[in-house]
């Protein structure tokens, strides 16, 4: 029988527990700075221990994650939990959401500039036009 892990590299650990879509963005997030533990940032291949505060920025949203324990591979979203605590406040959730929806509405998508309109944005610019 295998004997239960006491620690495990960050990179590792942010991608078994779906930080991470996939273990190179978790160490390239890593060398960016996005990291970090008690102010300092982290290198991918520092070993996480149960009870670390992890502060991880990703994107808009910056996530205060408590280290519980550790899995060999990657785990189904019902047991994150299990393995991680999410101290972050809900106010940052809140905050990143309106970001994001400030962002959309002021730089439109690419692919949307590129294509002409649909009947639905067609309908709306003539409303805005005056048209109708």
């Known amino acids: 029988m295998a004997e239960p892990l ?3 590299r960050a990179d590792k650990y942010l991608h078994h527990v779906r930080i991470f879509k996939t273990r190179s963005i978790a160490a390239q997030a890593c060398d ?3 990291v970090s533990i008690k ?3 982290v290198k991918p291949s520092r070993e996480f221990r149960v009870g670390d505060i992890v502060l991880v920025k990703r994107g808009e949203l910056e996530l205060h994650l408590r280290v519980l ?3 060999p591979n990657r785990v189904s979203a ?3 939990p299990t393995l991680l ?3 972050t406040p809900v106010e940052n959730y ?3 959401a309106e970001r994001r929806k400030q962002r959309a509405l002021e730089t439109p998508n690419p692919h949307e500039m ?3 309109p649909n009947k639905q944005q067609m309908r709306q610019l003539r409303e805005w036009w005056g048209q109708e």
């Open 39 to 41: 102010g300092q940032p």
């Open 69 to 71: 324990a550790f899995a």
């Open 114 to 116: 590129l294509t002409k």
């Open 78 to 80: 019902p047991l994150v």
């Open 6 to 8: 006491t620690s495990q």
């Open 32 to 34: 960016k700075g996005n």
């Open 85 to 87: 605590e999410d101290l």
């Open 94 to 96: 809140q905050r990143a």
